[in-house]
């Protein structure tokens, strides 16, 4: 059988649960306590996780946070769970999802506990924005509620191995992995902050409740009444159109991540990267420390999408940047064994005959992400599409406040960026709250660090397209006020 | 611009009369519609299909609009099915309400009759029958798939030259010189006919026409969970609660029940709906626990006063044609009503007399229409 | 050279082609709003998360239509699927 | 062609952007070569100098070595979280010895004999390892390399 667990990294060390076994389609599985049912799968060799709706095409693992369709399978009976979110237990029985299912007709529930809590502050997503937020909220004493559906704190932090750029006072230097370490131990040590992992934030209701799903073994209906809310989701991966795109082993460069710096389990043998901004370099990099041979990575434009130096890093370690290059399709039966490349036109459009072929096992896209608006856009935040920004983003003032009084974002929802800024942002967001709620003496901080912010560090021609996405999606007092008065019917 | 007939309101009634007014020949159409095709009531109907109420006019229409359905099915392309109705009662005052509703119908041909737990049990085996006194089945009403039926009649009208113009929200209605003038905030439209077929802004739009329509809307709630093979055949109605459940035709679950809500408040999201509708349906069906919900919306039922639609020219302007007020029923309706329609934009009267009752005047003259219950 | 839009998949969930995306413009669909009831797009388990603006870039470019133009959907909550039992809560099921 | 094209930062580039110390002081004893030609918001190289020979009077700056400053400890060239800091010491007749970051396995040791790389990845021979220690997992690798390369080593690969 093979084994796809990594046992050595050169920068993580993997702790391993309790041995457990399951079964997956009638055999027995090994794993161990704390991957997820997918990672237990894929790390004895599993690729095709579940089919199309009409059963015609195989699909397998690629967001591995919960979001995508291509996991759902049967657990315990219970059709359409997301097996790449589900812990993995032992004597728990498995069946790959095939199509259309039948209903769960046969299985018993557990109760859900009911609980509406009153807060302070409400901290949707423990990414660097919504961690450095509750953080500063917490240092005050102030109320928090920080919910994410992830099963730890962190966000995309815990699954970054490598140091980051930036300012030594915003955690410039660590490792994203570490960086979220140093601040949930900050946070434990908060008295008013409550954490709730596996939480997902579903909706605003007319009530005043934000509705969040507590998963776990003790599921909880939490219905939270907040003050003041931080809206700090996120992104999610973007995903481009070529020939079996949907071909088990093309998967988002997270849900890579996910697989080999969470769980430790090596997405595959050989990689082609898709994609040459910061994400795709980083992702082919932390492929090659993991073993996984990167044949190239490829990038539509003319030019490298991510910073020189990081492109240097994987140039120096022999793997090719193919600029001006796009993937065609991918090849293989029930998973890639094949991906064809062709280079592009003055219009980006394919050239007939500069085809060319990579045996791989795994093609990653990492072609940029878009905000996740969905909750945002749910609660009613008048919303702007800005392609510099990713997508959908919510209007805001320069304290990061929504057009919903009271609600403030940060981070990536805001506009697509980096992990620096997402920790500036959440403090600003913070420090206007906090304002608000009467702590005059943060006032004088929030202006220096918007100042820092807009004046100094988005001025880098480096960042240059993230600043103008910001800057279109960020409007004064007023005429926010204007907004307000527009948009009440 | 000037058009034939102006339709303000691309919902299913507004596109369903174009596509009868086509067959008679009838080309010179334009629809506007001030967000979408199919955005109001339509997108959020429950899709059911019924002859069994209990008013003549209800039953009547509803046979006729049973008779065309599976003809526009096949004509536009898309799925209806006969799966039926039950009403399910819990309280013995029902039951014998509900007798005299099934002679009702019998006296009209509609072919419902009552049966017993057991019935109920065999025809829904996944169902705990528990505390279900009786049911009533109506083996003629069935469901069709809203979307393809609205989206490919929007198709065809476009192909054949009807303009639909969506963005595009009427305001005002005039009359200027034997001509109609409707007003839009993209510009004029003259029009030899207009069809005011746009719910509760109908009431506005042909106020300066002297005309008062008693529409108001009454927010409704439902939720949709995830798809799966059929489980849940016919479109079950808890009476008690005046909730009910169906699985559409695409495989999910739809539920329907009522919270409080005040006519002509804002539709908003409700939390309470959630709980209502998981208490009284997991009752029934105990798997429901582990489905999961994708989506809850909220729409309105554009309630007249009879819970009877208004159908018919103005008294004060006879070129202008309302078709509003359907109080839930509305895409059900539609092929009947279209039809009718049709008749009344070429000039003629509707086939069923029972389009008579509807016109907009029987508020006025306190003509409102009689039965004995309205359903869900 | 182009691609094959058959094997082309736009919406995972509810298994969408390029081609039915092509296809359903080609008939006279402008808006997304009508291209999600149409194909179901941004209806199944995932909401649109991935593929609605993908599919909106499609539209915007094939019909010249703004964004504004082409109704981006609203999102409604449960925003990410959620089990009915949750809202058992208040009920002694 | 350009290294937002290739990926590759040339020699040529690096003096251009004038991030190559003069030759007098290559001569004079070890000394860090800042290859961060892109004006990148971090400033994690100046702090980590203890000697306060990295500077950037805005943070987005390309950073400015003080090459009299500079002694080539190499701290920076462990904490760069761009990999970007090479420590090269071409002091001794006849000798060259590049100071470069190593994020992979195996792990490398004094005396091992590693297989040298260019700034693309293809092989200069082979090279010996005189020092090797680490901060937060990150090596800093000193290795003997041929006299002429101590422009061209940028990485190295360490046999099993």
Redesign the interface.
């Known amino acids: 059988m093979p084994d796809y667990r990594i046992y050595e990294h050169p920068v993580i060390d993997f702790k391993r649960g309790r041995r457990v076994s399951f079964t997956y389609n009638g055999s027995i599985v090994e794993a161990y306590e704390g991957e997820s049912i997918l990672a237990s799968l894929y790390a004895v060799g599993y690729r095709v996780f579940s089919r199309s709706p009409d059963g015609s095409r195989p699909r397998g693992a690629f967001c591995m946070i919960g979001r995508c369709s291509s996991c759902l399978s049967k657990v315990n009976g219970v059709p359409n769970t997301r097996i790449c979110i589900e812990p993995v237990r032992d004597g728990v029985s498995v069946v790959s999802g095939e199509g259309l299912p039948e209903p769960p007709v046969n299985t018993v529930s557990s109760h859900v506990k009911k609980e509406v809590l009153e807060t302070d502050v409400l901290v949707v997503g423990a990414g660097p924005a919504g961690l450095q937020a509750a953080l500063k909220l917490g240092e005050k004493g102030v109320d928090v509620v920080l919910v994410t559906d992830h099963f730890r704190l962190g966000g995309q932090l815990v699954k970054q191995t490598h140091k980051f750029f930036g300012d030594t006072r915003y955690y410039g230097g660590m490792r994203g992995f570490k960086i979220a370490g140093k601040l949930v131990e900050a946070l434990s040590k908060l008295p008013t902050v409550k954490t709730y992992t596996r939480a997902y934030a579903y909706g605003f209701f007319s009530e005043g409740y934000m509705g969040v799903a507590v998963q776990g073994e003790n599921p909880v209906n939490l219905l939270v009444k907040p003050r003041y809310m931080v809206i700090a989701t996120g992104a999610t991966e973007k995903t481009i159109l070529f020939e079996n795109n949907d071909l088990p082993g093309v998967m988002g460069a997270g849900g890579a991540q996910t697989l080999m710096n969470e769980y430790g389990v090596k997405p595959g043998d050989d990689a082609l990267v898709v994609g040459s901004g910061n994400v795709g370099l980083i992702i082919a990099y932390q492929l090659l420390q993991a073993g996984v041979r990167v044949h190239s990575v490829v990038e539509l434009m003319k030019e490298i999408g991510g910073w020189v130096v990081h492109a240097s890093k994987l140039r120096r370690h022999g793997v090719p940047i193919l600029t001006g290059h796009t993937i065609v399709r991918a090849e293989g039966r029930e998973r890639v064994e094949k991906a064809v490349v062709a280079a592009v036109d003055e219009k980006l459009n394919p050239v007939q005959g500069s085809e060319r072929e990579y045996s791989v096992d795994l093609v990653l896209l990492a072609v940029g992400l878009q905000p996740n608006y969905a909750l945002l856009s749910q609660m009613g935040a008048v919303m702007k599409y800005i392609p510099e920004a990713g997508g959908l983003v919510p209007v805001r003032t320069v304290d990061m406040e929504t057009s919903i009084p009271g609600v403030f974002v940060a981070g990536d929802l805001t506009g697509i960026e980096e992990a620096t800024t997402a920790f500036i942002e959440g403090e600003i967001a913070a420090y206007a709250i906090l304002e608000k709620m009467g702590h005059g003496d943060v006032v004088e901080e929030k202006n220096r660090l918007i100042d820092f912010l807009w004046n100094e560090y988005r001025m880098s021609p480096a960042v240059s397209r993230a600043r103008q996405g910001k800057l279109k999606a960020t409007i004064g007092e007023e005429e926010m006020n204007a907004l307000r008065r527009g948009s009440r019917r | 611009m000037k058009t034939g007939l102006l339709i303000v309101g691309g919902g299913v009634t507004g596109l369903f009369t174009a596509v009868s007014l086509l067959d008679h020949g009838y080309r010179d159409i334009t629809i506007v519609e001030k967000?979408?095709?199919?955005?109001g009531g339509t997108?959020r109907c429950a899709t059911g299909i019924r002859a069994s109420f209990t008013s003549r006019e209800h039953v009547n229409i509803m046979k006729r609009a049973i008779d065309l359905w599976p003809i526009l099915a096949e004509k536009l392309g898309f799925k209806y099915r006969r799966d039926g109705y039950l009403w399910v009662l819990t309280r013995e005052k029902d039951v014998e309400f509900f007798k005299r509703v099934v002679e009702f119908h019998h006296s009209l041909n509609v072919p419902t009759r009552m049966m017993g737990p057991e019935e109920v049990k065999e025809l829904i085996p996944?169902m705990n029958t528990e505390g279900v006194l009786s049911a009533v089945h109506d083996p003629l009403a069935g469901k069709a798939s809203v979307?393809?039926a609205?989206?490919n009649a929007?198709?065809l009208l476009?192909?054949s030259g009807v303009k639909i113009y969506?963005?595009t929200q009427a305001t005002r209605i005039t009359s200027e010189g034997g001509r109609l003038i409707v007003e839009t905030n993209r510009g004029r439209i003259e029009a030899d006919k207009v069809l005011v077929a746009a719910a509760r802004d109908t009431v506005d739009l042909v106020k300066d026409m002297g005309a008062e329509l008693p529409i108001r809307n009454l927010a409704k709630h439902v939720l949709i969970?995830?798809?799966?093979?059929p489980?849940i055949k016919p479109l079950i109605i808890d009476w008690s609660t005046s909730s009910y459940i169906l699985q559409v035709l695409?495989?999910n679950i739809y539920i329907g029940a009522d919270i409080p809500e005040e006519y002509d408040a804002?539709a908003?999201?409700?939390?309470?709906f959630?709980?209502k509708?998981?208490?009284i349906?997991?009752?029934y069906f105990?798997?429901?626990?582990?489905?999961?919900?994708?989506?809850?919306?909220v729409g309105y039922y554009d309630m007249t006063p009879d819970h009877h639609p208004i159908v018919g020219p103005l008294e004060e302007n006879e070129n202008v044609i309302v078709a509003a007020g359907f109080s839930g029923h509305g895409f059900m309706m539609a092929p009947a009503v279209a039809e009718a329609l049709a008749s009344y934009i070429l000039g003629d009267k509707p086939a069923l007399p029972e389009f008579e009752n509807l016109k907009p005047e029987r508020f006025r003259k306190g003509r409102l229409i009689k039965e004995i219950a309205v359903f869900g | 050279m182009s691609m094959d839009p058959r094997k082309v998949i736009v919406c995972r969930c509810e298994n969408v082609t390029l081609a039915d995306v092509l296809n359903a413009i080609e008939s006279g669909i402008d808006n997304l709003e009508l291209l999600k009831r149409k194909l179901r797009i941004g209806m199944g388990q995932c909401q649109g998360q991935t593929c609605l603006l993908i599919v909106a870039g499609i539209l915007m470019k094939k019909t010249g239509k703004s964004f504004e133009e082409i109704f981006m959907p609203r999102n409604r909550p449960p925003i990410s699927p959620v089990k009915i039992k949750y809202f058992l809560s208040g009920d002694k099921a | 062609m350009s290294s937002r094209k290739t990926g590759v930062i040339t020699p040529e580039e690096l003096e251009e952007k004038g991030l190559l110390p003069p030759r007098e002081r290559l001569a004079k004893g070890p000394v860090a070569v800042l290859e961060c030609p892109e004006e990148i918001p971090c400033n994690i190289c100046v702090s980590a100098c203890p000697f306060n020979a990295v500077s950037k009077s805005k943070i987005y700056e390309i950073p400015k070595l003080d090459p009299e400053k500079c002694i080539g400890c190499g701290v920076c060239v462990a904490k760069c979280p761009g990999l970007a800091i090479f420590v090269v010491d071409i002091s001794k007749p006849g000798k060259a010895y590049v100071t470069l970051p190593y994020e992979m396995l195996p792990a490398p040791f004094k005396g091992a004999r590693v297989e040298l790389l260019d700034r693309e990845g293809r092989s200069l021979g082979e090279g010996t390892v005189v020092k090797a220690w680490s901060y937060e997992r990150t090596w800093a690798v000193t290795v003997e390399v041929p006299p002429d390369k101590w422009l061209s080593v940028r990485a190295i690969r360490v046999k099993r």
């Open positions: 967000s979408y095709i199919g955005s997108f996944s979307f393809n609205t989206v929007a198709a476009k192909r969506e963005g969970t995830e798809a799966f093979k489980v695409h495989g804002p908003v999201n409700k939390y309470a959630l709980e509708a998981a208490g349906w997991v009752r105990p798997w429901l626990s582990e489905v999961y919900v994708l989506r809850y919306w």
